[in-house]
């Protein structure tokens, strides 16, 4: 992926051992905030398309715990797809990016953490308004 302001890709270190795997998570580590808030998107039916929003300050981590999904990221100028598909790579999203989640595969379960805690009003959900946020 080629560069984009306020976003980056991680890979993260997993622990293996004879019996699997583990991933771990922590704030200000491998997750570059404090962590306020986790959720997790699952059962997502098919074809659907999700996100279509961005935010103003809020900062996240998403992460693809089982199967796959594909984010598609749009900064106002330019846009990116990224394939989600192992839980050991997470994707960060800054504040000002426009974000929709396609191509959910059949038992995708899409982790997400946040720096903030849930706040409506943090939404951006009109893309005019976002491209003449970011062409501020
Ligand atoms: C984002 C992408 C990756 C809550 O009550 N609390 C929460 O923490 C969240 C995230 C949502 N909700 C409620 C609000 C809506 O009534 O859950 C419902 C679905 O939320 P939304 O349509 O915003 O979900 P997505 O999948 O379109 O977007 C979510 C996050 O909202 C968003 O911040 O970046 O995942």
Redesign the pocket.
Known sequence: MTKMENVKLFKFNIIGDSRGSLVSLEQFNNIPFEIR?I?Y?FDTKRNVE????A?KK?E?V?VCLSGSCS?ILDNGIEKKEVKLDYPDIGLY?GKNIW?S?VNFSQGCV?M?I?NE??N?SE?IRDYDLFLKTVKK
Do not use: E, F, T
């Open positions: 808030r959720y998107i999700r996100g279509n929003h935010h809020l996240q998403l984010v999203i974000r989640m899409l997400v946040a805690k849930y409506p939404y």
